[in-house]
């Protein structure tokens, strides 16, 4: 019996190594894993710097929340832990993974993730998506804890082994296993910090898109929307373990868009029954508050189904849920890093960030020239700043100026003497008003450009276009 | 298969019946009360089988004769799970009354080792069906740890779940995408040629080695706790007649058969007619043991046929040849697999229309993308290997014990062996996302 079980085990450690190896090297892997990525960037950026705020979601949230424009707006480091598909059951066992590496102040947790679903309920891409998000943690002891909440036992070896999940490429994708194999070979180390966001959707809804929703009516229901016993149990342990470590709760609607759902009214009052009436807690919904005046069919995926917020969206509600979390009486307050060199290394020049504060030339900012005077007013900032694939010229006029009802009637007109490809001229420069920034100080009006290169500003003038546009 | 946990009173009932009855029959003092608990236990067994397998069936059939004739019949229907091994178990309890009756063996006095015999776990789904003269005792013999048996047991079970997973779950694929039929839409209309041809072929190749895998897993698990199964498959596809192939496919089936329906009915001892209406009600009893349609019984009537014709051509050989050459053999064999996977295509299209349709179609000339049938074309290609690995395996088993072979290499090869084959099991198995669910096929039975 002994020599049979030392045999065994021989036999057992050899294939268990071998398991091992395949897993690590990665060849059985998918080309551009995004929840990896966001579980590496979170453990990248716990190790270097302090989390502030931690959002949870799923892919609504992702698409929806800008941690870069959150971090400049709010001065706090924010990242995104976000992943497809999930539920509120995984953003429970996920957190309790993010609390060994990183301690925020506060987390913010969009209510898509309360829904009817089970884990049990999981296949198909939601089923592959999970797996994914297992086999990014890193955590031993949590994924043990994990393992048995969302898999059944026949599926703890895909949960555990890469390898064995995708075995099949063997023969369905050998060529994702050469790349892997070359890519082995070829180690690229990047080193840009991923903070969860995930930029899917760039054009809005459609005409097509739009007359389904005329003809075919909404594509939800809010009648029907319910929360499943699973969640509700995960949402008292999630709360429990944010009081055992004095981490404030926020919760929040990523908005779809206005004619996509109907009888919201019934989902919105057992969201503020659970979460305001049972635990006390605030729901910042930007459904049931839904903007009109901001929330056009260009911040919308052009899909009937399951929906979510494009860039420009995602800009909307990033400032929406900042501004809420900021003024809202409740709040703990979170730290300010606007001045810490670690927080200006990561967020300096990132995405909106001049939106949200003072441009000062250097890379970021090519041309910047301040408080110049227009006729009516005197305009903050204008200049141009560098992002990753055009120029942004950028006016900050302060909010005293023009009165809040007229502020999309304004123009910025400018005179200025420029070089475009090399050759020197004077042209005018008609900045619009910039609607997916929500005013802090200073309206916003911008525009993007290829390949211009200001001299100097000879005249600035501030134009409600209404009032010059000729009638008819 | 199915299960439902009230359906363990099938089971109960069964036991507690021919465990009563075999005692009955013992202290019975008449011949005439002997087959009275004889029937007892015929009615009990066969009427569960009847009502859970072939109710609906039954009375399907009648409602369509007598709709040829334009009479109404509207049957109640009763819409129930098949129950998990109740044909294996059905048939292991009633071969232990039946022996008991023509005193072939004594009863047991111990309901306990009874009732193990009924529902021991390596065999109670899928069989071997085993005989109550073989099993029982096995029961009352003390268990030693073993190395080499316990090796051997585990081995075969390795060698049944690479055979299983790696090849025969592959297969599944390729002939599930051809002779899928659902309700949305009958899939096996839109194959003609060769996609049949390859798709019959591999469901020969999948149901044998399907199945045997599951018998030497289930021999293997039975080994590793010390008792001894028979086995149930001896390389089917070497055999040279119908005959011999018969002797070599679901043995314990067979030879149930044999024993209690076609040597009862009076085997081939009462003239010619006779053993030819015996065969042919045997070889349909088999069938229809296979499920609760007329395809098997077509499946079944068919095989009774090819060994009608053997009979005839056997009687016309004056002499046996004494041995066979190797090119003589394989095309012997190959001409017995042609017509066996011929008659399989009965056990399965879902419908007699669809087997129709297969059998005017398999021949029309068409080259269809045969990667295109569920398999990427390296899938495809390592499946044919393995079907020609097993196909060339099996002849050397004919004549060396492989286990025999691997047995005698030094360490290092053997445990290359177990190895490779465990890895090969974790990483070309046909199983994981995107591919169906494989239960092994005589489950369903």
């Given at each position: 019996m002994k020599k049979m079980l030392i045999k065994i085990a021989v036999i057992m450690i050899v294939v268990l190594g071998t398991i091992y190896y395949l897993d690590t090297s990665k060849l059985f892997s998918f080309d551009e894993d995004h929840v990896e990525k966001r579980w590496d960037g979170l453990y990248k950026f716990s190790s270097e710097n302090e989390v502030d705020l931690l959002i949870l979601g799923n892919s609504k949230t992702y698409c929806g929340i800008n941690p870069k424009t959150m971090s400049s707006r709010l001065g706090a480091n924010t990242f995104v832990l976000a992943t497809p598909n999930g539920s509120l059951t995984q953003s429970y066992y996920n957190l309790r993974e993010a609390l060994t590496v990183c301690k925020p102040k506060m987390v913010a947790i969009e209510v898509s993730t309360l829904n009817s679903t089970t884990m049990a309920d999981k296949e198909g891409s939601g089923k592959s998506f999970l797996y994914k998000d297992f086999s990014a943690r890193r955590n031993i002891y949590e994924k043990l804890i994990t393992t048995p909440q969302w898999f059944d036992l026949e599926e703890y070896a895909f949960a555990w082994s890469t390898s064995i999940r995708n075995h099949n490429f063997l023969f369905t994708n050998t060529e994702q296993i050469e790349k892997n194999r070359e890519k082995a070979k070829n180690i690229v180390v990047n080193n840009k910090l991923y903070l969860g966001r995930y930029v899917r959707f760039t054009s809005g809804i459609q005409d097509s898109i739009l007359s389904k929703y005329k003809t075919?009516?909404?594509?939800?229901?809010?009648?029907?929307l319910t929360i499943s016993n699973e969640q509700l149990n995960s949402l008292q342990l999630l709360i429990d373990l944010l009081k055992e470590n004095n981490i404030q709760p926020v919760f929040f609607t990523i908005p779809v868009y206005k004619?996509?759902?109907?009888?919201?009214d019934t989902r919105y009052n057992i969201l503020t029954e659970l979460i305001e009436d049972k635990y006390g807690y605030e729901l910042f919904d930007f459904q049931q508050f839904y903007q009109e005046d901001m929330l056009k069919t260009d911040c919308f995926e052009n899909t009937y189904g399951n929906q979510h917020m494009t860039y420009l969206g995602s800009l909307v509600v990033t400032y929406n849920l900042a501004d809420s979390i900021q003024n809202s009486p409740n709040s703990i307050g979170l730290p300010n890093?606007?001045?810490d060199q670690l927080w200006h290394n990561i967020f300096?020049?990132?995405?909106?960030y001049f939106y949200n504060n003072p441009m000062i030339k250097g890379s970021k900012v090519l041309f910047v020239q301040n408080d110049l005077i227009a006729p009516t007013c005197s305009i903050k900032e204008i200049g141009i700043v560098q992002e990753e694939k055009f120029k942004l010229i950028m006016a900050k006029v302060p909010k005293s100026c023009i009165s809040e009802s007229e502020k999309e009637d304004f123009q910025v007109q400018l005179i200025v003497d420029v070089k475009m490809k090399g050759k020197a001229q004077r042209i005018q420069v008609k900045l619009p008003y910039n609607k997916y920034h929500k005013p802090g100080e200073y309206y916003i009006y911008s525009m993007p450009v290829q390949d211009i290169e200001f001299v100097q500003i000879l005249q600035t003038n501030i134009v409600n276009t209404k009032l010059t546009a000729p009638s008819n | 298969m199915s299960w439902k946990p009230e359906y363990i009173i099938l089971i109960v009932a069964s036991t507690l019946v021919d465990f009563g009855a075999g005692l009955a029959i013992e202290k019975a003092d008449s011949k005439k009360r002997k087959k009275l608990w004889l029937f007892l236990s015929l009615f009990v067994n066969l009427g569960l089988l009847f009502t859970f397998k072939y109710w609906d069936f039954f009375n399907e059939s009648i409602r369509d004769v007598l709709g040829t004739f334009s009479i109404q019949f509207e049957p109640s229907t009763l819409k129930l799970l098949l129950p998990v091994g109740i044909s294996f178990y059905t048939f292991q309890t009633l071969s232990y009354t039946i022996d008991i009756y023509y005193g072939k063996i004594k009863p047991i006095k111990h309901l306990g080792i009874f009732a193990t015999y009924v529902s021991f776990f390596p065999q109670l789904v899928a069989g071997p069906i085993e005989r109550a003269k073989h099993l029982i005792p096995q029961f009352y013999n003390k268990v030693v740890f073993e190395y080499e048996r316990v090796k051997n047991g585990l081995l075969l079970m390795l060698w049944g779940m690479f055979v299983k997973v790696v090849i025969a779950d592959r297969l599944a694929i390729l002939v599930n995408t051809v002779y899928k039929h659902d309700e949305t839409h009958n899939y096996l209309l839109d194959h003609t040629g060769s996609s049949l041809f390859i798709a019959t072929f591999f469901f020969m190749f999948q149901l044998y080695l399907d199945f045997s895998a599951y018998s030497n897993i289930a021999i293997g698990a039975a080994r590793v706790l010390g008792f001894d199964l028979q086995s149930n498959f001896r390389r089917p596809y070497w055999a040279t007649s119908i005959a011999d192939f018969w002797h070599r496919w679901h043995i314990s089936l067979s030879t149930w058969f044999r024993d209690y329906v076609y040597i009862p009915l009076g085997g081939n001892k009462r003239g010619i007619k006779r053993h030819l209406i015996n065969l042919l009600i045997t070889f349909v009893l088999s069938g229809v043991w296979h499920g609760a349609s007329w395809n098997f019984a077509l499946w079944g009537l068919l095989n009774g046929i090819f060994l009608i014709a053997q009979v005839f051509i056997d009687k016309r050989k004056k002499t046996k040849t004494s041995k066979a050459s190797f090119v003589k053999r394989l095309l012997k064999s190959v001409l017995v697999m042609f017509l066996w996977g011929g008659s399989l295509v009965f056990f399965r299209a879902q419908t007699f229309d669809d087997a129709i349709y297969v059998f005017q179609n398999i021949s029309i000339f068409g080259w269809d993308?045969?990667?295109?049938?569920?398999?990427t074309a390296s899938e495809f290609k390592f499946v044919f290997y393995c079907i020609i690995a097993i196909y060339i395996l099996d002849y050397i088993q004919e004549k060396k014990d492989l286990y025999k072979i691997l047995a005698g290499r030094n360490i290092v090869i053997r445990f290359a062996v177990y190895i490779v084959a465990i890895l090969m099991i974790i990483y070309l198995g046909a199983y994981g996302e995107n591919v169906g669910d494989n239960q092994f096929l005589y489950f369903q039975f």
């Amino acid at each position: 019996m002994k020599k049979m079980l030392i045999k065994i085990a021989v036999i057992m450690i050899v294939v268990l190594g071998t398991i091992y190896y395949l897993d690590t090297s990665k060849l059985f892997s998918f080309d551009e894993d995004h929840v990896e990525k966001r579980w590496d960037g979170l453990y990248k950026f716990s190790s270097e710097n302090e989390v502030d705020l931690l959002i949870l979601g799923n892919s609504k949230t992702y698409c929806g929340i800008n941690p870069k424009t959150m971090s400049s707006r709010l001065g706090a480091n924010t990242f995104v832990l976000a992943t497809p598909n999930g539920s509120l059951t995984q953003s429970y066992y996920n957190l309790r993974e993010a609390l060994t590496v990183c301690k925020p102040k506060m987390v913010a947790i969009e209510v898509s993730t309360l829904n009817s679903t089970t884990m049990a309920d999981k296949e198909g891409s939601g089923k592959s998506f999970l797996y994914k998000d297992f086999s990014a943690r890193r955590n031993i002891y949590e994924k043990l804890i994990t393992t048995p909440q969302w898999f059944d036992l026949e599926e703890y070896a895909f949960a555990w082994s890469t390898s064995i999940r995708n075995h099949n490429f063997l023969f369905t994708n050998t060529e994702q296993i050469e790349k892997n194999r070359e890519k082995a070979k070829n180690i690229v180390v990047n080193n840009k910090l991923y903070l969860g966001r995930y930029v899917r959707f760039t054009s809005g809804i459609q005409d097509s898109i739009l007359s389904k929703y005329k003809t075919d009516g909404p594509s939800v229901n809010g009648d029907s929307l319910t929360i499943s016993n699973e969640q509700l149990n995960s949402l008292q342990l999630l709360i429990d373990l944010l009081k055992e470590n004095n981490i404030q709760p926020v919760f929040f609607t990523i908005p779809v868009y206005k004619d996509h759902i109907e009888n919201y009214d019934t989902r919105y009052n057992i969201l503020t029954e659970l979460i305001e009436d049972k635990y006390g807690y605030e729901l910042f919904d930007f459904q049931q508050f839904y903007q009109e005046d901001m929330l056009k069919t260009d911040c919308f995926e052009n899909t009937y189904g399951n929906q979510h917020m494009t860039y420009l969206g995602s800009l909307v509600v990033t400032y929406n849920l900042a501004d809420s979390i900021q003024n809202s009486p409740n709040s703990i307050g979170l730290p300010n890093r606007k001045g810490d060199q670690l927080w200006h290394n990561i967020f300096y020049g990132e995405e909106n960030y001049f939106y949200n504060n003072p441009m000062i030339k250097g890379s970021k900012v090519l041309f910047v020239q301040n408080d110049l005077i227009a006729p009516t007013c005197s305009i903050k900032e204008i200049g141009i700043v560098q992002e990753e694939k055009f120029k942004l010229i950028m006016a900050k006029v302060p909010k005293s100026c023009i009165s809040e009802s007229e502020k999309e009637d304004f123009q910025v007109q400018l005179i200025v003497d420029v070089k475009m490809k090399g050759k020197a001229q004077r042209i005018q420069v008609k900045l619009p008003y910039n609607k997916y920034h929500k005013p802090g100080e200073y309206y916003i009006y911008s525009m993007p450009v290829q390949d211009i290169e200001f001299v100097q500003i000879l005249q600035t003038n501030i134009v409600n276009t209404k009032l010059t546009a000729p009638s008819n | 298969m199915s299960w439902k946990p009230e359906y363990i009173i099938l089971i109960v009932a069964s036991t507690l019946v021919d465990f009563g009855a075999g005692l009955a029959i013992e202290k019975a003092d008449s011949k005439k009360r002997k087959k009275l608990w004889l029937f007892l236990s015929l009615f009990v067994n066969l009427g569960l089988l009847f009502t859970f397998k072939y109710w609906d069936f039954f009375n399907e059939s009648i409602r369509d004769v007598l709709g040829t004739f334009s009479i109404q019949f509207e049957p109640s229907t009763l819409k129930l799970l098949l129950p998990v091994g109740i044909s294996f178990y059905t048939f292991q309890t009633l071969s232990y009354t039946i022996d008991i009756y023509y005193g072939k063996i004594k009863p047991i006095k111990h309901l306990g080792i009874f009732a193990t015999y009924v529902s021991f776990f390596p065999q109670l789904v899928a069989g071997p069906i085993e005989r109550a003269k073989h099993l029982i005792p096995q029961f009352y013999n003390k268990v030693v740890f073993e190395y080499e048996r316990v090796k051997n047991g585990l081995l075969l079970m390795l060698w049944g779940m690479f055979v299983k997973v790696v090849i025969a779950d592959r297969l599944a694929i390729l002939v599930n995408t051809v002779y899928k039929h659902d309700e949305t839409h009958n899939y096996l209309l839109d194959h003609t040629g060769s996609s049949l041809f390859i798709a019959t072929f591999f469901f020969m190749f999948q149901l044998y080695l399907d199945f045997s895998a599951y018998s030497n897993i289930a021999i293997g698990a039975a080994r590793v706790l010390g008792f001894d199964l028979q086995s149930n498959f001896r390389r089917p596809y070497w055999a040279t007649s119908i005959a011999d192939f018969w002797h070599r496919w679901h043995i314990s089936l067979s030879t149930w058969f044999r024993d209690y329906v076609y040597i009862p009915l009076g085997g081939n001892k009462r003239g010619i007619k006779r053993h030819l209406i015996n065969l042919l009600i045997t070889f349909v009893l088999s069938g229809v043991w296979h499920g609760a349609s007329w395809n098997f019984a077509l499946w079944g009537l068919l095989n009774g046929i090819f060994l009608i014709a053997q009979v005839f051509i056997d009687k016309r050989k004056k002499t046996k040849t004494s041995k066979a050459s190797f090119v003589k053999r394989l095309l012997k064999s190959v001409l017995v697999m042609f017509l066996w996977g011929g008659s399989l295509v009965f056990f399965r299209a879902q419908t007699f229309d669809d087997a129709i349709y297969v059998f005017q179609n398999i021949s029309i000339f068409g080259w269809d993308n045969l990667y295109e049938l569920g398999l990427t074309a390296s899938e495809f290609k390592f499946v044919f290997y393995c079907i020609i690995a097993i196909y060339i395996l099996d002849y050397i088993q004919e004549k060396k014990d492989l286990y025999k072979i691997l047995a005698g290499r030094n360490i290092v090869i053997r445990f290359a062996v177990y190895i490779v084959a465990i890895l090969m099991i974790i990483y070309l198995g046909a199983y994981g996302e995107n591919v169906g669910d494989n239960q092994f096929l005589y489950f369903q039975f």
